[in-house]
């Protein structure tokens, strides 16, 4: 990949995305870059952040960051408006999940999921707004998930994350937009998508070949989401063409939520 030309929908821009080592993020840093943005990959993982840099080629670079970590943020942001000129998007994609009902989930599992998915996001929007409202604006995309927008009996830690992350979407939309800063925030909640994350947890079933008939039938179009089926939608948003969509859930869910 390394050279290519984009085709142009996000050209020029410049985009941080977390989470890019490894499943939708990378997905995202890949189609972003393809479409003509400069990619500032963000994971912890730096094996797999230099991995994905590599294959990407200049100008995109890999910062390590923990998105639980406010002056990480800061660092990240500042460098990308000092090296690039500007922040344009910010992909937060970066997610972990906490498998286990109410009554099996502990404490430290709870506030585990909610600061990475939930306060993470919440630190990511509050230093890209700092950076896009003094460069002429900007996209902020959420990664929450069909968990957000409906009970998970087996999840309530990552549901009320990911529910968390919606809301906060649609207030920090309102905030920037009632301010005039030109910059939109949104949410996009896919469904089981085919990524190392759904693998382990297919995997990790008792029985992974029903597990995974049952994660690909609990979509009506009887199949695993791709993470291009994410990524097509995260470009889209990332561009002008969504110029008049802020604050608004977007599913990629194959019609799960429409049941």
């Excluded at 990332?238 to 008049?244: C, G, H, I, L």
Aim: aromatic share 6%; glycine share 12%; hydrophobic share 45%.
């Amino acid at each position: 990949m390394r050279g290519m030309s984009g085709a142009g929908r996000v050209e020029g821009k410049v985009a941080i995305v977390t989470g890019a080592a490894s499943g939708i993020g990378r997905g995202c840093a890949r189609r972003l870059a393809a479409e003509g943005a400069r990619i500032v990959i963000a994971d912890k993982d730096e094996r797999g952040g230099v991995a994905i840099a590599d294959e990407l080629g200049a100008p995109h670079v890999f910062r390590q960051l923990d998105v639980t970590d406010e002056a990480g943020w800061r660092r990240i942001v500042e460098e990308t408006v000092r090296v690039f000129g500007r922040l344009d998007v910010l992909v937060n994609s970066a997610g972990v999940a906490v498998w286990g009902d109410i009554e099996q989930t502990t404490l430290a599992q709870w506030r585990f999921c909610n600061a990475v998915n939930s306060e993470g996001t919440f630190l990511g929007c509050k230093a890209a707004i700092a950076a896009m409202k003094t460069t002429g604006g900007g996209s902020i995309i959420n990664l929450s998930s069909v968990a957000g927008l409906i009970g998970v009996p087996d999840g309530p830690a990552y549901a009320a994350s990911k529910g968390a992350v919606r809301m906060l979407t649609k207030s920090v939309a309102l905030h920037a937009a009632q301010r005039g800063y030109n910059i939109r925030c949104n949410s996009v909640h896919p469904s089981f998508i085919d990524t190392p994350m759904v693998e382990a947890v297919v995997s990790g079933a008792k029985d992974p070949a029903k597990m995974r008939t049952f994660v690909e039938k609990t979509s009506p179009l009887g199949r695993l989401g791709e993470v291009d089926d994410v990524a097509h939608l995260v470009v889209y948003l990332a561009s002008d063409e969504s110029k008049f969509i802020t604050g608004t859930e977007l599913p990629v869910d194959g019609g799960l939520t429409a049941r």
